[in-house]
Structure formats: C-alpha cells, structure tokens
C-alpha cells in the first residue's frame, strides 16, 4: 500500500512551487484552481502593463520627435532613462512582488 502523503509536505512543496516557477503554481498543486487563475491572470496583466509602460519610455526617451533617422544616443540618455523607468514604475514593481509573496503565503495556508 502508497505511503499517505503528508499534507504539511505537501504545502511547503506548492509554496516553493509558487516562488520559484510562477505566482499561482503553487495554488494549482493544491486544487484552488480559480485561486490560482486569479494570482496568474494578475501576475501576467501587471507584467504586461510594465512591458508596455516601459516600452513607450524607452521609445519617446529614444525618439522624441518621431525622426528615428536623426536621433542620438548617449550613456547619459540611457541613463535617465534607466532612473526614469524605475521612478515612475514603482508601484507597479511592488504589486508584482506584493502578488508573488501572497501567492507564496496562501500556499502554505491549511
């Protein structure tokens, strides 16, 4: 007869699961599907805003008047652009890690 897994075992396994591979993973393991779909749809929508938010800095920092012909980059424009993508994208870094550590919690939950 299969050894009966330990469900404490179990939960500390879908809480690694959820901190290493993806925020939901761990809630998938444990059967809280809709649970799970809600931590994954939140994680991918806030990375997706952030790629999108950044994407339109880096672009408008890089060609400020549309002539992609004439612009010029300098280490000092990468720069401000690097300063200006974590300044004004903060809130939304911290909503992604926010996320990602209650995913981890909830899966250690009874």
């Known amino acids: 007869m299969p050894p009966i ?3 404490r ?3 500390r396994r879908a ?4 901190g290493l591979v993806f925020p939901g993973a761990g809630q998938w393991m444990l059967g809280r599907r809709r649970r799970a ?5 939140g994680v991918c ?3 997706l805003i952030l790629a999108v938010r950044i994407w339109l800095l880096v672009y408008h920092g890089l060609v400020p008047d549309g002539d992609i012909l004439n612009m010029r980059i ?10 200006r993508a974590y300044v004004e994208n903060w809130p939304l870094l911290l ?4 996320l990602w550590i209650y995913s981890i919690r909830d899966a250690l939950r009874p």
């Open 45 to 47: 929508a806030l990375v």
């Open 9 to 11: 075992r179990r939960r």
């Open 37 to 41: 779909l809600l931590i994954i749809v």
């Open 5 to 7: 897994p330990d469900p």
């Open 74 to 83: 300098t280490a000092e424009l990468i720069r401000g652009l690097h300063r």
């Open 15 to 18: 809480a690694l699961f959820s």
């Open 95 to 98: 909503a992604i890690v926010g």
